[in-house]
Nanobody, 114 residues
Framework: QVQLVESGGGLVQPGGSLRLSCAAS????????MGWYRQAPGKQREWVAI???????NYRDSVQGRFTISRGNASNTVYLQMTSLKPEDTAVYYC????????WGQGTQVTVSS
């Protein structure tokens, strides 16, 4: 059974940092592009960062220069390093393949507030 498990969220002050982790299981994801997505209250889920199987990355404009997506040594792990966090980054963060076609995990809550 394919499963996505996100972790690493929490409450952080503006300007702070967090590192999110995603553990994907159930099959080999090494040939998939992987992405981080987020959903803020009252808003649609949006993609945040993408990494291809070859390591190329792409970011939405609002996080460019602040977030870094990477893949772990284990092919089924993906990370999102978030720095200079802003209140508008508050959301539940999810990982999935890109485009997202696998059932979503529970996500991890990121709250940026003073």
């Amino acid at each position: 059974q394919v499963q996505l498990v996100e972790s690493g969220g929490g409450l952080v002050q503006p300007g702070g940092s967090l590192r999110l982790s995603c553990a994907a299981s159930g099959r080999d994801f090494s040939r998939n592009a992987m992405g981080w997505y987020r959903q803020a209250p009252g808003k649609q889920r949006e993609w945040v960062a993408i990494i291809t199987s070859g390591g190329r990355t792409n970011y939405r404009d609002s996080v460019q220069g602040r977030f870094t997506i990477s893949r772990g040594n284990a092919s089924n792990t993906v990370y999102l390093q978030m720095t200079s966090l802003k209140p508008e980054d508050t959301a539940v963060y999810y990982c999935n393949v890109f485009p997202a076609v696998i059932s979503w995990g529970q996500g991890t809550q990121v709250t940026v507030s003073s």
